[in-house]
């Protein structure tokens, strides 16, 4: 089962990012272009800058510049692997990434951003305690880099040693973007709240159990009770960690809240939320207790979330949109489809899989709470397709806001995933920078129920795999 402090560092992961370039990020990299470095210690500076900076296309040129010039086996090519597992992971090349940082670690094992960029890719496995033990290592290698602190107090399993490296954290210069910093702060807010409590504590006799949904605005909703009061359904939504709660339950309820909390959704823009702890949340016959979530402003249209990976220590699987089956036991329900497993990874909170575009990669998150699937612009421009603009695109409406300027993919093309396939011809097209930033890798596109259909969906996070069976 994982850990319920794992669920809580994944929520957090989702909703306050990964680290943002600053200033003098941006002018470093600016500097080496101008300078135009030869030697591979200045091409490998070179490259992580300019990764940090979000161009980890530039990052991955200079990155195996620099390993073209390090001498074998020298200190210099360790730099060198660093700076190209950085820029691979960006651009969401994990595997490789993971393996950048291994061959850094065999040539200079006391590299502590190595082994935090090693626990990065674990996370995506996902081996969360060998992802501990890397961060671990980096934190006793650099105590002073936040985002190694941020990241271990996530996957730490005790509530004190959580707060004292949140506490750390806090005490340090920021590097991250105020968001980040922000949320932080919520969470140390939170922990306090929770006193001995464990969060997301799982209460249930049963051993599985099917919960009826219903299906709206083309999306999956499903029924909860909030400390043994009903609310109204909650969007089931894959591509979210965190709940949201409704202003009004908040209010009939008399909770308190705990901290102000900020979420980025798909239009980009931070939008602050109280942040709740939740006694008890009821989905069939299994109770989580002592939940954390963010409040929905009043008069708010969007919804109510239940973040599918809040159920990751049970096996849910979504069949057909019409029912979810919760499974406690580890194994598959007997009406489970036997059909293969595919590969899945949880990256920053979001489900990442893989898919293919006319003979390219793409990585795209899998969501069923979103109506609509949509391409990213940058992906659409990498692969050199083009983008219809103009006439009667509509804006979609994400968590946090609108994203505005939607385009259409021109021209025709297949998109396969999970052993699906789905044309593209008129597919919704969006700036998804902020998704990639949040994810810490290059997300090309979301996967919406429009192209799931009514496919059975068996997600397991344990072992980061998940299967599709058509009806």
């Known amino acids: 089962m994982i850990p319920a402090r794992l669920v809580a560092g994944l929520l957090l992961a989702i909703a306050a990012g990964f680290m943002g370039p600053g200033p003098a990020t941006v002018r470093a990299a600016d500097e080496f272009d101008a300078s135009g470095p030869e030697d591979a210690a200045s091409l490998s500076a070179a490259a992580r800058a300019a990764t940090s900076a979000d ?27 660093l700076a190209l597992g950085e820029a691979l992971f960006r651009a ?3 595997e490789e990434a993971g393996i950048a940082f291994r061959r850094c670690l065999h040539l200079a094992p006391e590299t502590a951003a190595a082994y935090a960029g090693l626990g990065r890719y674990l996370l995506t496995v996902p081996d969360y305690q060998a992802a501990g033990h890397a961060f671990r290592r980096a934190y006793q290698l650099d105590p002073h880099d936040p985002r190694v602190l941020r990241r271990l107090a996530g996957l730490v399993t005790t509530r004190d040693e959580a707060l004292r490296l949140y506490a750390h954290y806090l005490e340090l210069p920021p590097v991250e973007e105020d968001v980040v910093v922000n949320n932080v702060r919520a969470w140390v807010a939170m922990l306090e709240a929770a006193a001995g409590r464990m969060l997301y504590r799982l209460e249930g006799e049963a051993a599985a159990g ?6 709206a605005k083309g999306v999956p909703w499903v029924d909860v009770a909030v400390a043994g009061q009903r609310a109204r359904p909650f969007l089931l939504d894959s591509g979210a960690s965190a709940v949201s709660l409704p202003d009004s339950v908040f209010r009939r309820l008399h909770l308190q809240p705990v901290a102000e909390f900020k979420v980025r959704g798909v239009s980009g823009t931070p939008r602050k939320s109280l942040f709740v702890l939740l006694p008890e949340l009821a989905v069939g016959p299994f109770i989580l207790h002592d939940v954390p979530a963010v409040v929905l402003p009043p008069r708010s249209d969007a ?3 239940l973040g599918l990976s809040l159920l990751a220590p049970l096996t ?25 497993w595919w590969r899945m990874r949880p990256v920053g909170g979001l489900l990442r899989i893989d898919a293919d575009l006319d003979g390219d990669l793409l990585h795209v998150i899998f969501d069923t709470g979103a109506a609509r699937s949509v391409l990213s612009r940058a992906a659409l421009q990498r692969l050199g397709l083009e983008e219809s603009v103009g006439g009667s695109a509509t804006r979609l409406i994400g968590f946090t806001g609108a994203a505005e300027q939607v385009g259409r993919v021109k021209r025709r093309g297949t998109l396969s995933f999970l052993g699906r396939s789905a044309g593209v011809r008129g597919m919704a097209v969006l700036d998804l920078k902020s998704t990639s930033r949040t994810a810490g890798s290059e997300i090309d596109g979301i996967i919406g129920n429009d192209f799931l259909g009514s496919d059975t969906y068996q997600v397991d996070y344990r072992r980061g795999r998940i299967r599709v069976q058509a009806p």
Do not use: F, M, S
Request: overall charge positive; glycine content about 10%.
């Open 55 to 81: 161009d980890y296309a530039e990052g991955l040129r200079l990155a195996r510049r620099a390993l073209a010039k390090a001498a074998h086996g020298t200190a210099q090519e360790a730099t060198a692997r």
């Open 92 to 94: 969401g090349r994990l």
């Open 210 to 215: 099917t919960v009826r949904l219903t299906r």
């Open 303 to 305: 919804p109510a979330i």
């Open 316 to 340: 849910p699987v979504l069949q057909g949109g019409r029912r979810l089956v919760l499974d406690r036991r580890g194994g598959a329900p007997r009406d489970c489809p036997r059909d293969p």
